[in-house]
C-alpha cells in the first residue's frame, strides 16, 4: 500500500502569535496562477477534493495564506 505523501509535510509556518504568513497580492497572482495550469483538483474555479455533489470555491484562490496541502 502507497504511503499518503500529506503525512510527510511539515507543520504549517506560523507566525508567534499562532497567525499564519500572508501572501503580498502579487504572490497571490502568481500563485493563483500556478494553481489554474497545475493543481490536478482544480477545474472551473472550483476544488475537485472538496466535491460531494455542491460545487465548491477552491479555498486557496480566495485567500492570502497557503491552506491547500497540494499547494504546500
Same mark, same amino acid.
Given at each position: &500500500?502507497? +504511503?499518503? !505523501? $500529506? @503525512? /510527510? *509535510? !511539515? !507543520?504549517? +509556518?506560523? @507566525?508567534?502569535?499562532?497567525? *499564519? $504568513? #500572508? &501572501?503580498?497580492?502579487?504572490? /497571490?497572482?502568481?500563485?493563483?496562477? *500556478?494553481? /489554474?495550469?497545475?493543481?490536478?483538483? $482544480? +477545474?472551473?474555479?472550483? =476544488? &475537485?477534493? *472538496?466535491?460531494?455533489?455542491?460545487?465548491?470555491?477552491?479555498?486557496?484562490?480566495?485567500?492570502?495564506?497557503?491552506? =491547500?496541502?497540494?499547494? #504546500?
Amino acid at each position: &500500500m502507497k +504511503e499518503n !505523501p $500529506y @503525512k /510527510r *509535510l !511539515p !507543520p504549517i +509556518e506560523c @507566525k508567534q502569535d499562532g497567525s *499564519l $504568513y #500572508r &501572501m503580498t497580492p502579487t504572490q /497571490r497572482k502568481q500563485a493563483n496562477a *500556478l494553481i /489554474r495550469w497545475e493543481c490536478c483538483c $482544480y +477545474e472551473d474555479g472550483n =476544488c &475537485m477534493l *472538496l466535491d460531494d455533489g455542491d460545487t465548491h470555491t477552491c479555498p486557496q484562490t480566495i485567500s492570502f495564506s497557503v491552506c =491547500c496541502k497540494w499547494f #504546500r
